[in-house]
Nanobody, 127 residues
């Protein structure tokens, strides 16, 4: 069983930055693919970024490529999402997810394959 707790959300002006954290309890990151998703009101949950179990591969969604970066600190059992050059379109609830399936070197963009989810943290970007 894995428990995920997000933090770091908040209110920021367009062009600003935020760093989200996802603290995990349970097995280490080497057992799970980690990802960030987001969901805005009235929209489907969207893949934002992912990190393979091996830590060797990272993937970003098209809408955040070049602006958002996922990373992890194994010693702290924490995954981060650094978000730069934020726009109002980035406003959403951001979720951390962990998935036990797949291989160690790729990341699925489908929310359906992730087994554990955090409670979400709100990010609001004003224009």
């Amino acid at each position: 069983q894995v428990q995920l707790v997000e933090s770091g959300g908040g209110y920021v002006q367009a062009g600003g930055s935020l760093r989200l954290s996802c603290a995990a309890s349970g097995p280490t990151f080497s057992s799970y693919t980690m990802a960030w998703f987001r969901q805005a009101p009235g929209k489907e949950r969207e893949f934002v970024a992912g990190l393979s179990r091996s830590g060797s591969s990272t993937y970003s969604g098209d809408s955040v490529k070049g602006r958002f970066t996922i990373s992890r600190d194994i010693a702290k059992n924490t995954v981060y999402l650094q978000m730069n050059s934020l726009t109002p379109e980035d406003t959403a609830v951001y979720y951390c997810a962990a998935g036990a399936g797949g291989n160690s070197f790729t990341v699925s963009r489908s929310a359906a394959v992730y087994d554990y989810w955090g409670q979400g943290t709100q990010v609001t970007v004003s224009s």
